[in-house]
C-alpha cells in the first residue's frame, strides 16, 4: 500500500496529554488529526490528513437543510503487543457506499477509503489505548456541500473521517419500550441506510421513553407494530428457551456487522438461531411463561448490550439474570476476535 | 416593534450590482446579510445580523452525523408603492417550531422571529423586486451544533435565516410518477415535519423517476401504495369533474401553508372541495373516463404548480389542456393577495 499520495499537514502540538482516557465520555473528545476529501466536479479530489478542527461551510450548503448525509461507525482495537487492527472494515465500506446510493450520493473509492484510514490509524497510534475493552472509534461520513437550497443532490461533497477514544461501553441497566405509536422507518424508506436522518427522528420519542422509565426503544414495523424490528442503534436479538431469533433484514432495518456475526457465532457454536420476523405478542407470551431468557442489542458502540426489562401497552415484563447469559458468551467470543485473543477463522480482523 | 436589540455588522460593499435578476436559478443566489442566533446553556442567546458568509462548525456537530436539522421556507414580496409583504408568516413560525418539536429542539422565540425577520428584510429590501412573480425567497433553518457523537439530542444549536432573489417559478410541463415501491414516510414518523432529512430521502428514488421521464414523484402511503399523499415539495390537488380532493393531513404529510389557502380560496368561492384519502384506483379511473382534468401541486416556491400527466404502473396518462383552469384561478387569487393585488379578507397578507 502507498498512500504517500495522501499528504498530511502536521499538528503543532498533540492534545494527547489533556486527555483522561480512563474518564471518557462517548464521541466528545476527539484525535488530533482528521482525514478529508472532497468530491467536486464529478469526482473525489486526491484526499488529506490535517488537524482536527472546524470546517467551513455556506449557510445553504445543502446538508443543513436536505439531511443529505451518512456515517459508519467502526472501532480501532490494540493488543498486548501494540499491533492495531480493525474489524471487518470491508463491510464498512461497502455500507456506507449503499448507504450513499439511496441518499443519491457518489460512492467513495476502496483505496482511498483503506489508504486513508490506514494512514490515518497509523499516525494517532497513540490514541489507540491497550486493554480489553479500550478502542479508538472511528466515525467516517459524508456531508453535502454544495451551496444551493433548491431540493435537490447535491453535486459537491465531503468524505470525513474523525477519530474518537473510546473506553468500555456499560450503558447502566437497560430496560427498553417496544414502539405503540412511532415508527423509525417506511417501507421502501431508508431505515436500512446510516442517513442521517434516521437518527434526529429518534430523538423525540426516546426522550418520551426516557420520562417513563425506559432508556431506549425497539421500534415495531410502522404499519401493524406488531413485530420487533431494531433499537435505532442497535439490532435486536431475543432468546426463547435456548432459541435465538433476530428479525430479517429489509428496507427499514440497519444490516449490522455486529448482528451477522452473532448470526455466524452463533451458528458455528452450536446455538439455534432463526432469522424471521418477532412478533410482540410471541415475546410477551414467552415472557409470561417464563420462556425468555434473554433480550440483548447488538451494535459497533455497544458490542452486546443486555436488556433487563421491556414495557409494551402500559404492562411492564423483567427478564431473569443469567449467570451463563448468551450475550455475555458472543460479547466475549467477539471481542477475543477484536484484541487478538483468540483465532479468527473468519478473516474478520485486519491488522493495519 | 423594537428590534435595535439585534446588532448588524455592516457588509463593506453590497453584492447587489453582480446579480442579474432576470436569470436567477432558483437557491444558488444570497443577499447581503443573514441572520443568526445560537442556543446555548439551554437559552437562545441575542441575535444577531451580519454579512451573508461562510459558518465554521466542528466536524464533529451533531447535523453532520444525525439531521437534526428544519426548515422553513417563506417569501417576501413588493407591491408597486414599494411596500413589503409576507404571506401567513406566523404559519412558519408555527410549524417549524412543530418540527423542531418532533426533533427534540428547541422552540424559537416569536419575537426574536418577528424582530429579526423584519429588520433583515427591511436592510435587504433592495433585493425585493416588483413585479408579479418577483420575490426575496426567505429561508429559516436550525440545525444542531453541538461537538459531539453520542446518538442523542444536541445541547447547541444554530437558527438561521437566508435570502435568495426568485423569479417565477416555472418548472416546464411537469410530469408525475405515482410510488410503486419507494416511500417518503412512515405512519409515526417525521413525513409531516420539514425536517432535512425528509428531503434527502427523496432523491434517489426522483432521480429514477427522472430517467423514466418524470420530473417528481407523488408519494403514496408506505404501507399500500393506495393512496396518494404529497409530492415532496408539494401538495397535490386532483379535480375530478368540478370537484376538487386533496388528502388529509397526517403524520405523512406537510400541512401545507398554501394547501390550506387554497382550501379556503375553494370553499369561498364556490368549489367544492373535499379532503379525504384519495386512491391511485380512483384518479386513473376518473382519468379513463375522460373525468379527472386536473392534477397541481401547490407550495411557497412554485405557489401553483400545473401537471400535464402521471404514470402509474407502466402505464401513462395525460391531462387535457384547459383555457380555465383550477389551477390558474388559484395560483391568480392568491398571487394578488400576495403582491397587495386585491382585498385580503383573510388577513393573509401581512405588511412589514
Redesign the interface.
Known amino acids: 500500500m502507498d498512500s504517500s499520495y495522501i499528504q498530511v499537514t502536521p499538528i503543532k502540538q498533540s492534545k494527547i496529554d489533556t486527555v483522561d482516557f480512563n474518564k471518557l ?4 473528545v ?1 484525535s488530533d488529526y ?1 482525514f478529508e476529501c472532497d468530491y467536486k466536479n464529478g469526482e473525489w479530489q486526491t484526499p488529506v490528513i490535517k488537524p ?9 450548503a445543502r ?7 451518512v ?1 459508519e461507525g467502526m472501532k480501532a482495537y490494540k493488543d498486548d503487543n501494540d499491533d492495531i487492527f480493525l474489524f471487518r472494515p470491508d463491510e464498512n465500506l461497502k455500507r456506507i457506499n449503499k448507504s450513499s ?4 450520493m457518489p460512492a467513495f473509492p476502496e483505496n482511498y477509503f483503506f489508504d486513508g484510514l490506514t494512514k490515518l490509524l497509523h499516525l494517532e497510534k497513540n490514541w489507540i489505548k491497550k486493554g480489553f475493552g479500550n478502542s479508538l472509534y472511528i ?1 467516517p ?1 459524508v ?2 456541500t454544495q ?7 447535491s453535486e459537491d461533497y465531503k468524505f ?1 473521517i ?1 477519530l ?1 477514544p473510546a473506553q468500555a461501553y456499560y450503558a447502566g441497566e437497560v430496560r427498553v419500550l417496544f ?1 405503540e ?10 431505515g436500512f441506510a446510516k ?10 420519542p ?2 418520551l421513553a426516557h420520562k417513563k422509565g425506559y432508556q431506549q426503544i425497539i421500534w415495531t414495523d ?2 401493524t ?1 406488531e413485530y420487533l424490528e431494531e433499537a ?2 442497535m439490532n435486536i436479538f431475543f432468546r426463547i428457551g435456548d432459541k435465538l431469533i433476530t428479525a430479517p433484514n429489509n428496507d427499514r432495518i440497519l444490516d449490522g456487522i455486529t448482528r451477522k456475526s452473532i448470526i455466524q457465532l452463533a451458528k458455528d457454536n452450536g446455538i439455534e438461531i432463526e432469522v424471521r420476523p418477532v412478533s410482540v405478542a410471541e415475546i410477551k407470551d414467552a415472557a409470561r411463561k417464563g420462556e425468555l431468557k434473554e433480550i440483548f442489542g447488538t451494535g459497533t458502540a455497544a458490542v452486546i448490550n443486555p436488556i433487563v426489562g421491556f414495557g409494551h401497552s402500559e404492562e411492564d415484563f423483567e427478564l431473569p439474570k443469567l449467570e451463563k447469559s448468551y450475550a455475555s458468551f458472543f460479547k466475549e467470543k467477539l471481542m477475543n476476535i477484536q484484541y487478538n485473543k483468540s483465532q479468527d477463522p473468519y478473516g474478520w480482523r485486519v491488522k493495519i
Open positions: 465520555d462517548f464521541g466528545r476527539f482528521m482536527y478542527g472546524p470546517i467551513s461551510l455556506d449557510p445553504s446538508v443543513f437543510h436536505y439531511g443529505q448525509a456515517f446510493e439511496r441518499l443519491a466515525r461520513f456531508i453535502a451551496p444551493a437550497i433548491s431540493a435537490s443532490p470525513m474523525i474518537s414502539a405509536k412511532y415508527s423509525r422507518s417506511a417501507n421502501g424508506g431508508v442517513a442521517a436522518g434516521n437518527y434526529a427522528a429518534q430523538f423525540f426516546t426522550s410502522a404499519n407494530h435505532g442503534t
